[in-house]
């Protein structure tokens, strides 16, 4: 077995209940097990987003200092993406 670091977390009574049931209905074997995938999972997500929290940081500044969009609300976004579909489908 690989070395482990004993830490103490704290939890909110939901989030414990909620580790204590998937262990208590046999999903894990332990609450630490349960601790370690869900920390796996969180690293997983990260490191798909390929980004660390600086360029986040970048991407949303830039979003920012580019000023209003060209759509003043949703509908208007999703009916250029409606658009931009057919126009795509047509193409082919």
Known sequence: MA??????????PEMAAFVR??????????TSEAIRDAVREWQERRDLLG??????QGLVREGIE?????????????DE??????????KV
Not at 21 to 30: H, L, P
Not at 51 to 56: A, C, G, K
Request: proline share 2%; glycine share 8%.
């Open 51 to 56: 980004y660390t929290v600086e360029e986040l």
């Open 21 to 30: 049931r998937a262990v208590d209905t046999g999903e894990y074997a332990s």
């Open 66 to 78: 580019s000023g209003p969009g060209r759509h003043a609300t949703m509908a208007g976004v999703k």
């Open 3 to 12: 070395a482990v670091e004993k830490i103490t977390i704290a939890l909110t």
């Open 81 to 90: 993406a409606r658009q931009r579909l057919l126009d795509a489908k047509a």
